[in-house]
């Protein structure tokens, strides 16, 4: 069956030659670089990681990954909050270099696979005890490749978002399958970070500016595990809203849990200040300088204190206890905590009525990533040579294998809420008759909206019903006020011109979301007539998704659609199991290497 291209939000050849030669640009130097270092000649990279190396005193492969990591992860958040601001405010684009923030993503993205590729180049003795070998002679740490191809995975993205477009149309949401994949990508590579400073101090021991590099990492990671919430952080969710405080336990237990349950007190404020202080500087940056909408984030204070007072109490000796209580705490008082922060910053303030299953999923959620912080955790430490991680009884095969199944059943864990809590449906049987009360009117007109409700009792204790604008050249949403029975009024007046997209939403339970039109133009590109509600008019509550996406097509086959989240469900399989062989990997060799020192030790005094 031949289904015709969607044109719109696709490349133009201009754009694909641009970004094939930059792309075919980098791997060409990348490959001068390794077949020059791999010779024995002399390269200024080279020699620039040696001068870093002396300097920082670590092994010139780990010289200049941090910095190049570190830069490449801040212009891919950076350029991602950015881009969904500018699609909430003006709609689509027009390819993958549409709009200027695309660039930042883009180079950030080739930036994460630079810092992959440079200790592949690089790599030489000394070397952490287990590596990868790629040829005779050739063997690379096990953070490189993880970097490397958690690089890869986020560039493949790229052009296969290009070609998600041209089948599907424009699906504009954050949790579009490509979407995930560069984003995922990108997260997933502050693990092969994390990874990275482990082996290093495994060979060089620790020192105050290389703990402060981990503390930065961890940070890193709460700022990046925020960008899957992003919807919600502007106030056009288009998933359930009792995913949002499931996503900010899981990245506040799980990040935490990695850094406590390795390093001293206090050290969980370190991290959380670098998260707050750089996550407000783009929040800030995006609205002001660049005039976009303001992008709001939890706060994770109190996460931070639940955590130091869990390790104050339990220790850090059982890391999986730690673990386990920390995402018990952070599911329920966490949970209350941003529940009220909710109420003072948020977009869409949580509804009381959802505290109990946010509570309920949030401690499952937070017991899940408390299990798998305390692995990775747990990991980094005999990569790193800890005394107490290598200790006897922890590195019997029966110890180990049981915290990898700890770590396995949190994962389980943690995917079995999420996906039960993903799903959407929309409840066709909601209609309303509409008021519109003109405030403005000549060219551009704006009114309140009022709507009566057919069933009446249809918004009570519904979880948002707001009125909203978006894609005109900014963002509105105004809560519908109760007036009277079945009846609600918008806070604010709606604009009904332009470009604007005028509408009522309604979040009905744990995963009903419906949406009725009030206001869109005409759409030549997509072949969808204007839309403008008239005073008295009845209208129904569809499915949100065909309002919010309104250049989706829905012509396509679902089993397209399937296929499309089943590749980047196993694209994502294939990143975790990635993550869990080289940390593994890497944690074997640094049994082994310890166990191997403690022979020699009681050699030396035997004799």
């Known amino acids: 069956m031949a289904i015709p291209l969607a044109t719109t939000g696709t490349a133009t050849f201009d754009q694909i030659a641009i970004v094939t030669g930059v792309v075919s640009l980098m791997y060409v130097a990348l490959a001068v670089l390794l077949w020059r270092e791999r010779t ?5 990279v080279g020699r620039f990681a040696d001068t870093i190396g002396r300097l920082d005193g670590v092994p010139r492969w780990a010289a200049l990954t941090p910095y190049v990591h570190a830069v490449s992860l801040l212009a891919c958040a950076f350029g991602v909050w950015w881009d969904i601001a ?21 180079f950030g993205i080739l930036g994460v696979i630079v810092s992959g590729v440079l200790p592949i180049a690089l790599a030489g003795k000394p070397l952490p005890a287990r590596t990868i070998k790629l040829t005779k002679g050739w063997r690379i740490p096990c953070s490189a490749a993880l ?56 060979l060089v021991g620790s020192t105050r500016f290389r703990r402060f590099q981990e503390l930065i990492a961890v940070g890193a990671l709460l700022i990046a595990w925020d960008l899957f919430s992003t919807e919600f952080n502007y106030g056009v969710p288009q998933f359930p809203l009792i995913l949002q405080p499931i996503l900010i336990v899981f990245g506040a237990t799980l990040a935490f849990t990695i850094l406590r349950a390795r390093r001293g007190p206090g050290t969980t404020f370190v991290a959380l200040g670098v998260y707050l202080v750089i996550r407000g500087g783009i929040a800030f940056a995006v609205a002001q300088p ?92 005999e990569v790193a040579g800890d005394a107490r991680a290598i200790g006897i009884k922890y590195i019997r095969p029966v110890a180990v294998r049981r915290t990898h199944q700890l770590g396995a059943a949190g994962l389980v864990l943690v995917a079995a809420t999420v996906f039960f809590c993903v799903p959407r449906s929309a409840d066709p049987g909601v209609s309303g008759v509409v008021s519109l009360e003109r405030v403005a009117t000549g060219a551009e007109p704006t009114a309140y909206v009022t709507i009566t409700l057919t069933p009446g009792d249809a918004a009570d204790g519904a979880r948002w019903f707001e009125a909203l604008a978006w894609q005109g050249g900014g963002l509105e949403y105004h809560p519908m006020d109760k007036v009277a029975n079945g009846t609600y009024r918008s806070r604010d007046a709606l604009p009904m011109y332009g470009k604007w997209k005028s509408m009522v939403r309604l979040h009905q339970g744990q995963r009903d979301m419906v949406a009725a039109w009030v206001y869109a133009p005409e759409d030549a590109a997509i072949e969808k007539p204007a839309i403008q509600v008239s005073n008295g008019q009845q209208v129904d509550f569809i499915n949100e998704q065909q309002v919010l996406r309104r250049e989706e097509r829905t012509d396509v086959p679902r089993w397209m659609w399937n296929g499309g989240y089943a590749l980047l469900a196993v694209v994502g399989l294939l990143e975790v199991l990635g993550i869990a062989w080289l940390v593994g990997r890497g944690a074997r060799g640094g049994r082994m290497r310890a166990a191997q020192l403690a022979d020699n030790e009681r050699e030396r005094e035997t004799a």
Not at 312 to 340: D, H, M, P, Q, S
């Open 40 to 44: 024995g000649r002399v390269t200024l």
């Open 290 to 381: 660049l005039g976009e909408i303001v992008g709001h984030f939890p706060l994770l204070v109190v996460e931070a204190v639940l955590v130091e007072l869990a390790a104050f109490a339990l220790g850090n000796k059982n890391r999986f206890r730690l673990g386990v209580v920390a995402g018990v705490l952070i599911g329920t008082v966490g949970v209350v905590a941003e529940y009220a922060w909710s109420h003072v910053w948020m977009p869409i303030a949580w509804p009381s009525s959802m505290l109990p299953s946010a509570i309920g999923y949030g401690v499952l959620a937070g017991i899940g990533a408390g299990l798998v912080g305390a692995w990775l955790a747990t990991r980094y430490a």
């Open 147 to 202: 970097v490397t191809v958690c690089g890869t995975f986020a560039l493949v993205g790229f052009p296969l978002d290009d070609v998600w477009h041209r089948l599907f149309g424009e699906d504009v949401t954050l949790w579009g399958p490509t979407h995930l994949l560069m984003i995922g990508g990108v997260v997933f590579s502050i693990f092969a970070r994390l990874l990275a400073q482990a082996e290093v101090e495994q």
């Open 86 to 106: 500018v699609h909430i405010d003006r709609g689509r684009d027009t390819g993958p270099f549409g709009t200027p923030a695309h660039y930042p993503i883009f």
